[in-house]
């Protein structure tokens, strides 16, 4: 006998799972009240959940060679940051990141040298995208790695929807002049790169 597994939204629609066990399950997609049948086995569950993270990802997405979507947000130290304020003055290094997120924490070291050597230089700003996640975690997590650049709570994950961020990490480097230069591939030595994302346009001479 087939049961409801799991309903996931699609926007105006739903996608339904039924199935008696891991490996028999039939996907369907449809208003709640009239759903079609895609067909079955588990491959399909995995291609039904790739169409949700498509339908639920925002419809542009902050690209290389696009000017950074704009953004205020204050730190967990209290420190209102505008990432236009940083446009004239120096390239920012904003990473999107989860506590829970091992390939995030082994980025950490990067990070803190960076800070340590280059802070007047290059900005770091690192976003918590919420997801699972809380201020308090934010704590435990930084006095365990003991964090010493800017992190701060996507609160409502604004932020980290207007990026087009749906995985962790997610890096972008965003030149002086606010323009996006990498989202994610991130050059393992920026420091070399600094000379090319701190020429100011003439707008900023």
């Excluded at 591939?185 to 707008?203: C, F, G, K, N, Q």
Aim: aromatic share 12%; hydrophobic share 45%; with cysteine.
């Amino acid at each position: 006998m087939n049961v409801l597994m799991s309903i996931f939204p699609l926007n105006s629609r739903y996608l339904y799972v039924t199935g008696n066990n891991a490996h028999a399950v039939t996907v369907h997609v449809g208003m709640s009240d009239r759903a079609t049948k895609l067909g079955t086995s588990s491959q399909i569950l995995l291609l039904a959940m790739t169409v949700m993270l498509i339908e639920t990802a925002p419809a542009t997405a902050a690209d290389v060679g696009d000017l950074a979507p704009d953004f205020e947000i204050a730190t967990q130290d209290g420190v209102v940051l505008q990432l236009s304020e940083f446009r004239g003055r120096k390239p920012v290094y904003l990473v999107f990141w989860n506590t829970w997120c091992s390939f995030c924490i082994k980025k950490v070291p990067r990070y803190i040298k960076l800070q340590e050597q280059f802070a007047y230089k290059i900005e770091i700003i690192a976003i918590n995208t919420t997801w699972s996640d809380s201020p308090a975690d934010m704590r435990v997590f930084e006095d365990r790695f003991h964090t010493n650049y800017s992190t701060a709570f996507d609160l409502g994950k604004l932020i980290t929807d207007r990026f087009g961020v749906i995985n962790v990490p997610a890096e972008f480097i965003i030149d002086v002049n606010g323009i996006i230069r990498y989202r994610n591939r991130v050059p393992e030595y920026p420091i070399a790169h600094l000379p090319d994302w701190s020429v100011t346009s003439a707008s900023f001479d």
